[in-house]
């Protein structure tokens, strides 16, 4: 789903809907089961966000929103941080757990925890009136979806919660206001033609960490929610948190006839499933997120598999 690099992992992948789970080693079969699930509730999510926020809540919280035009949260990200946090980014998030919303009126939540090595996560799915303990790092912390559409954070006999039908964040039943709002190193540009705003936003993530199913910038990204988060600053547009939702957007084309701002995927041979994307930055190269941290490359030296029209 995101960028895996698992080699092993990535061959096996192509069988998860056609192939047989029997003739792999259990291992084997744990990963593509967990992997499927992984595609299945990425295909299902809501993905009508047309910003974001990140909102201190405490010296060590903050919390991460995509919400609606009409002003909607979509998806919740409570970031657990090491140093206290000040209004301006100085230190990236220990732990996270996400709250992802599904076309159906449910949740699925999951932490930072990976399960094979740096990638894939457990998922928790939930409906209304329902919820689970998941962890953050050390630190237990229950998460509830109440019948009411709010998502409910309980940690340090703390309830941080955020209000899905308006986006309003409340700790203790106070309310945590827009003037706590962060923005990572820089605003979104505004300046230029689309294609300059684009590679400008994309550079503000340079050197952000990999971290596997990473939704805020905060606490580190993925190779899709890369591009996704930087579609999201600069078009107010939702593309998607996972390649295979991603390479769905467009025709796909030759990698040559790539324009500034394109999508460039990866996927092995006889593979149905890719399993990297990056940006089109101009000048033979590209951005992405991969390996530790988000970083240029020359389109050549990489061999991305296809490319996909983005305009």
Known sequence: MKCTGIKWGLLIAGTLLGGSLFSQTPAQASYQTMFAR???????????ATQSFERRVSRYKSVFVTKTAQGRARNVSLMFYQQAQTQKFNHYAKHWL????LTNGQVYVYN?????????????????????????????????????????FYYQKHRLTVHLKTSRVTLNSKTIT????????????????RTTRLVADAERYLGVPYRYAGRDAFGGL??????????LDVEQR???????????????RAVSAARTGDLLFWRHPGDQYTYHVAMVIGHGQLIEEAGKSVHVSRIKARKPQFSIRMH
Do not use: W
Not at 121 to 150: C, D, E, F, I, P
Not at 222 to 231: G, I, L
């Open 38 to 48: 992984e595609g299945q509730l990425a295909l299902q999510e809501r993905q009508d």
């Open 98 to 101: 996400n709250v992802r919303q």
């Open 112 to 152: 930072d925890r990976t399960v094979y090595g740096p990638y894939l996560v457990a998922y928790h799915q939930l409906r209304k009136g329902h919820g689970t303990r998941v962890m953050a790092g050390k630190r237990s912390v229950r998460v509830h979806y109440s019948k009411a559409n709010n998502v409910s």
């Open 178 to 193: 827009a003037k706590h709002n962060r923005s990572f190193k820089g605003n979104v540009p505004t300046l230029g033609k």
């Open 222 to 231: 993925d190779c899709a929610s890369f591009v996704n988060q930087v579609y």
């Open 238 to 252: 939702d593309i998607g948190g996972m390649t295979g939702v991603q390479e769905k957007l467009g025709k796909h």
